[in-house]
Structures are given as structure tokens and as C-alpha cells.
């Protein structure tokens, strides 16, 4: 064959759409900051991770250059058409925690399946902490009992 060969119009037939003609493929990391934004959203939640992982992750935020990761307290397995999604949570006092999973899954699935295509075909939360409205406060020494 020569490169005129190559240059002559092919024979009409029908071209296959686009989207079969490659492949993409989406890395785990990807899915777990889209779900971790995502279950940020959700009012109520204070947190995701565990408390250790937060501990680190405080820790890590606080260094210079540092930054807070989206995929904290998320993991994922991610296969060709599909996902799974598992959370690690703390909820704030006083939100139903049915409720606020409920949401949380229905928030995570919508845009894990918006940007990714993938079928999510479950999210598992786990809530390992209530976050109490007077953990903020430092305690002063005037507060303290002697």
C-alpha cells in the first residue's frame, strides 16, 4: 500500500458515534473528591472522616502549602460502568441522622452520576461522631472548675 491509498475517500458506511470510539477511564481519587464535596453540601454535616483521620488531616491542613483534602473520609471502588461509595461522617447535634443520610446519598449519587456516568450502586455511611455545638469554644481558665 501507498500513502494514496490512504488519502482516498473512503466508501460511504456509517460512522460509529463518538463515545465508542476510545475509552475513558476514571481514577478512584476522582469519584471520592466528587462524593466528598458532595456530602460537604448536605447541611448538618460537620465533617467527614474519622476522628484520627480528621486529626490528621487538621494537622496537614495547618502546614504551610497545606490544603484540605475533598476526599477525606471517602472511599470508593470504581469499576468500568459502575462505583461503590463509602463515607465516614460526623453530623452535627441536634440533625435526624436517618434524614441527613438520606440526603447525603441522594446528593452524592446525582453528581457522581452527573460528572462520572458511573452507576452508583450504593453508598454506605457511617456516622462515627456528633459534632456538639460547644466543641468550638475553647475553654478559658475562668471556665474551668478547681
Known amino acids: 500500500m501507498n500513502w494514496a491509498q ?3 475517500p473512503r466508501a ?26 458532595a456530602a460537604r453540601e448536605v447541611p448538618g454535616i460537620n465533617a467527614l472522616g474519622g476522628g484520627f483521620t480528621r486529626t490528621m488531616g487538621a494537622v496537614r491542613d495547618r502546614v504551610p502549602g497545606g490544603h484540605a483534602s475533598a476526599g477525606r473520609g471517602v472511599k470508593v471502588e470504581v469499576g468500568e460502568k459502575q462505583t461503590a461509595i463509602d463515607l465516614q461522617v460526623a453530623v452535627e447535634y441536634g440533625v435526624s441522622i436517618r434524614e441527613i443520610a438520606a440526603e447525603v446519598r441522594e446528593n452524592v449519587i446525582a453528581a457522581v452520576e452527573r460528572m462520572t456516568g458511573l452507576e452508583v450502586v450504593e453508598v454506605n455511611i457511617a456516622v462515627n461522631d456528633v459534632h456538639l455545638p460547644d466543641e468550638d469554644t475553647p475553654q478559658t481558665g475562668e471556665d474551668r472548675v478547681l
Open 6 to 8: 490512504y488519502c482516498r
Open 12 to 37: 460511504a458506511r456509517p460512522q460509529e458515534p463518538p463515545e465508542t470510539r476510545g475509552r475513558t477511564t476514571i481514577a478512584d481519587g476522582v469519584v471520592e473528591k466528587i462524593a466528598g464535596i
